[in-house]
């Protein structure tokens, strides 16, 4: 079944830790996005690809990096966590416009990261 | 500047209690207009695609309509599983979805 995953749901981890966080898709979509959300907020996006060698920063500046080496896959790395970066992390992916109507994106079941 | 209000922030509903949801929207080009669910700790699933005003979809008890500057989200006789937060969103340009905080709905059995 095509779907996204990420992984891993709920990470705690202490301060100054390297992070990844996993996020694949076998829905072959070229576009993937990551966002932040934070309880009782809007979605803000961090990150996004347009395909293979292609990454952007996001409206919401954030200390993390992303690569894209192959299509299904997007992760997202923080090099030295800190306690500002506890929030939730969701993976996103969508359909190139020019080839479909279908525009919505399709989320991951997120990551809930938490840094002490 | 691009965006998008949802209200109420929350409603509780009883069983059986129709109701709508509304999403105000200002997104310039607008490329989609979209229905979210999202229960406690998991992504938003995706619910309705609206393109066009007038546009309508409809799925189970979910009812979604588009005017040029608002769209609702109808609940029918809405059970409790139904209890979840509802997120729009609306698409500008080729990546950027621009999401309001969302009606978080309960009902009571």
């Known amino acids: 079944e095509a779907d996204i995953y990420q992984t891993p749901r709920y990470l705690v981890i202490g301060t100054g830790k390297k992070i990844t966080l996993e996020c694949s898709q076998t829905?072959?979509?070229?576009?993937m996005y990551w966002y932040q959300q934070d309880p009782g907020m809007e979605l803000h996006l961090i990150h996004y690809?347009?395909?293979?060698?292609?990454?952007e920063k996001g409206d919401l500046s954030s200390e993390s990096t992303v690569s894209r080496i192959r299509t299904e896959h997007f992760p997202l790395t923080l090099e030295s966590a800190r306690p500002s970066h506890t929030s939730q992390y969701l993976c996103?992916?969508?359909?190139?416009?020019?080839?479909?109507?279908?525009?919505?994106?399709?989320f991951g079941q997120g990551t809930r990261l938490t840094v002490v | 500047e691009d965006q998008v209000t949802q209200s109420p922030e929350a409603l509780r509903l009883q069983e059986g209690e129709s109701s709508s949801l509304n999403c105000s929207y200002t997104v310039s080009g607008l490329r989609g207009l979209f229905w979210y669910r999202q229960d406690p700790g998991k992504g938003p699933e995706f619910l309705f695609t609206l393109y066009s005003a007038g546009e309508e979809k409809e799925k189970e008890r979910l009812k979604a309509t588009l005017t040029k500057k608002e769209s609702f989200l109808h609940i029918t006789a809405p059970k409790p599983e139904d209890s979840a937060t509802y997120l729009c969103?609306?698409?500008?340009?080729?990546?950027?979805?621009?999401f309001g905080t969302g009606t978080r709905l309960k009902v009571l059995a």
């Open positions: 969103a609306g698409k500008s340009g080729t990546y950027k979805y621009i």
């Open positions: 829905m072959g979509h070229d576009k």
């Open positions: 996103a992916s969508s359909e190139w416009e020019g080839t479909t109507m279908n525009t919505e994106a399709f």
């Open positions: 690809s347009y395909g293979v060698n292609s990454t």
